[in-house]
């Protein structure tokens, strides 16, 4: 999808560059920022506020909260949910069916397995990989 085929689809969507590749039944919502190359795939659910940055790719059926910040080069798996007023650094890998909650810091380079849930609050520091089916705690990693 080019520039002008998306802002006819989604007019109150501020899109930054001419490549885009996001699935028609994608629901965005107003005040959304879209960098060049993002991909948003199938089912996809993008709340007011957020700042998706270059060449992210977000799965199908990922729900995304208002105020949300994800940096460039950042992989969102499948089936995920990103909690209000998070912040997700450059070159983060989140596998499937993770969930995090609200106000959560991600630094550059994690990596995050499969079935993950991090609590509220939590910070986690740039280049930790959390291993697939762990749950971290706010208490874990303070902001």
Known sequence: MNKLEAERKWPYVKFNGYNFLIENDVLIYEGVRI???VSIGKGGWIADGTSIGKAVKIGDNSIISHDVTIGKHTIIGNNIWIGPCTHIGEGVEIHSYVSIGQ?????DNVKIGEGVEIEDWGKIPENMKIE???????TFFKT
Not at 103 to 107: D, F, K, L, N
């Open 35 to 37: 960098n060049n190359g």
């Open 132 to 138: 697939a089916y762990a749950i971290i705690h706010r």
């Open 103 to 107: 106000r959560v810091t991600i630094e």
